[in-house]
């Protein structure tokens, strides 16, 4: 086959692109997702579809998007943060409108394929992506192929429950991983401290508005980077909590290596070396076994489009 075009729908935007076999990216477009969700949505996705193949002829289109996707990828079963689009066909819907074939994917398995072709992955036959952001999402990679389960919704690991009664998740569970690991937890583990020692936290405050509530994750890694100690200890707390989460869930999948991607790895090396120490710690047989390399996404914000794109050839 020759070119796709993958789709990737985030909270905020639609990010389109055509896509040759080697994962390079030919041609973007780019529109803001709507917030009224449903066929709004969808039409806004074909729309964006048309605006690329108006300028390279493609054979299939690959779309990406948070939430629960069926094992045919055909159907959108839940999406928490998508209005009106439980148990949509978006196959059969984005079909009838843009006239190729179309196959739907979990944004995390995407972006895994993505990393597991053409970027931090490649030639791990065995591979698992975390994307760490507002929350945590994942992708198996398993003798070279993406794995989704018997109903298509493997890999959402920051669902696994990780403290018994711990915080309340949006998943309607409490302790999940996502509120511990995540970018939001990076936050929670700021504030904390920042409410721990007022005294020291001025300089990572004033970042912000000054206030706690002001206080934005970007602004943590940027102190971090300047070596403020508030902002460390969060990226510490946090790399604490992953790398135990890996370490659990190597002695399950037993990965060659573990692709961290998502918006808190801009913080790079601040957070994969805690991450690496605690995997180290908290490892189950700890030294009597290979353990995974913790390496940093290469992707960026084109890892699900581009990883949909190849899966829509496949």
Known sequence: MGLTIGIDVGGTKILGGVVDESGEVLATARTDTPRQGGTVLTQAIADIAKELLGKHEADSIGVSAAGFVS????????????????????????????????????????????????????????MMMLTVGTGIGGGIVVNGALYRGAFGIAAEFGHIRVVPDGHLCGCGARGCFEQYASGNALLRHAREAISASPEIARNLLSRGDGTVAGLTGSAITDAARDGDPVALAAFTTTGHWLGAGIASLSVILDPACVVIGGGVIDAGEILLKPTREALERTMPFAGKHPYPQIIAAQLGNKAGLVGVADLARL
């Open 71 to 126: 094992s045919d990828r055909k159907t959108m079963l839940a999406t928490p943060n998508i209005a009106d689009w439980n148990g949509v066909n978006l196959d059969y819907e984005l079909t009838t409108l843009i006239g190729l074939p179309v196959i739907i994917e979990n944004d995390a398995n995407a972006a895994a394929w993505g990393e597991a072709k053409f970027g931090a992955g490649r030639n791990q036959a065995h």
